[in-house]
């Protein structure tokens, strides 16, 4: 036992440093183990995880899988710290003998109770990404209907003030409350095997959060209504548009594309709006900058401000990114470029673009390490990012098209 106290897991096979270091991390963001049993001593939590605190003593205890029937420990221990690796959530059973008699049964169940779902920047003090914190909303909600619990929510301080307007029966937060019963941490996890029962780039949003919160219905995006009216100087119709991302290997990549998409929405007579927190993007070799004919709306913005616009806009045409998700939240339709992932990966949407007909997916395909390295099988030769480079501006302006036929 080391200072930290015994883990253990569902998956023997997946134990690894690495792994323990992340049920570390979440144990230091929950704080000690509170969960009262009245048994002196004796204390249960789960906010990494499940923590089970055992005094000194002829103790024998057993934890698994209450549905199943599974057990995963049934072991003597005495005087320390049982916790799971996983972090996910499971519905635990935990049974503990003393001096051979049962003296303890617990059942998970949250009902009633306050349960912290963290949305995760993947460290502590870094901030959720945009997209993964308004999906992580609606499935947040859809967990505290299901379970009939009080919910704390930590959507990041950039979302903090959209997120208590539009989620009202949330209590906003930025840490682990003390009063927590679970605390689940939320993001799409692809190497931290014990923070999620599944690859989180490998099944649809929807199915991954499923799994993730053990639901058993598939949540919905939740729509995000504006406060008020349109926009003032915003009365003439308008497409917003967003052309950056995380990375380079997200963006439209295609010479002049922009430009050209940006022109044929002038000629129709709309205004066209730039999103995007920074008016220039230097990233892997690429340079990204708002196309010459869009007016400048860059900077870093309240969300507030940038749901109104959506909210009203008459499309938004961006690429996989946050303001794509929120731009689907205030029901905007959205024309949605993107040739790294498959269409499983974001929300669905009619105005989808891509190139069938080259490579693409590779944020999906398991068989690929997903790091900072864009274009892992073409990096470095003429058919680097082809999946962005061969969508055509035709192909967009085809979609454009299509949402206007659509919404008359």
Known sequence: MDSYGSFFSCRKDMFAKKDKAIAINNGILAGDVRGETGIEGLRLDFNAGLRLEVPSGDWHVRIGDYVSGQFFLDADFSGGLLRSLEQYCIPWVVEAWLDGRLVFQHLWDCEGQKVCLYIDGRLPEQPPPLGEAVQMLSVARAFGREHDCKLAVRPGAALSALA???????EIVEAVPEDAY????LGTFNEEYFSAPMDGLA???QEYARELLALRGLPEMDVWLPSGSRPAGLESPYVCIAVQASGAG???LRPGGWDEVVAYLRGLGYRVLCLDRDRVMDDDGYHIEMPAGAEDFTGNR???ERLEMLAYAEMFIGVSSGLAWLAQAARCPVVLISGITLSYTEFYTPYRVSNRYVCR????DLRLPWNKERCPLHRGTERELECSKSITAEQVIAEVERVRQDNG
Do not use: I
């Open 164 to 170: 208590r307007r539009c989620y009202p029966e949330f």
């Open 182 to 185: 679970a605390t689940y941490h």
């Open 203 to 205: 099944a649809p949003w």
């Open 250 to 252: 997200k963006c439209w």
């Open 302 to 304: 309240p969300l507030e």
């Open 361 to 364: 997916g590779c944020y999906n």
